[in-house]
């Protein structure tokens, strides 16, 4: 079984930045696309970013390319979401998320197997 810890959210500024953090165990994730997913309040839970395996290639929703960066360690068991040039829109939870297998990139809430318990990401104005 794999466990999934989010870190790193808080409160920002609108124009600041935050690093997420999402550290697996139970299991060794370097095979595993990964990706970000959010949740604001009220609404459905949508897609960020996401990045494969071993690879890393990467891809973002059009709501967020240029502002954030996904990344992966692979040694260390952990995947990156850095956030730049925050506005008030991108507060949400935010979610990391785990697929067990497969080479390509993912954007279905569906196609991950396993999912973080979330960290809260709040952007004044």
């Known amino acids: 079984q794999v466990q999934l810890v989010e870190s790193g959210g808080g409160l920002v500024q609108a124009g600041g930045s935050l690093r997420l953090s999402c550290t697996a165990s139970?299991?060794?994730?370097?095979?595993?696309?990964m990706g970000w997913f959010r949740q604001a309040p009220g609404k459905e839970r949508v897609f960020v970013a996401a990045i494969t395996g071993s690879i890393g290639t990467t891809y973002y929703a059009n709501s967020v390319k240029g502002r954030f960066t996904i990344s992966r360690d692979n040694a260390k068991n952990t995947v990156y979401l850095q956030m730049s040039s925050l506005k008030p829109e991108d507060t949400a939870v935010y979610y990391c998320?785990?697929?067990?297998?497969?080479?390509?990139?993912?954007?279905?809430?569906?196609?991950?197997?396993?999912w973080g318990q979330g960290t809260q990401v709040t952007v004044s104005s």
């Open positions: 139970g299991r060794t994730l370097s095979n595993y696309p």
């Open positions: 998320a785990a697929k067990s297998g497969g080479y390509g990139i993912y954007a279905a809430l569906n196609s991950y197997d396993y």
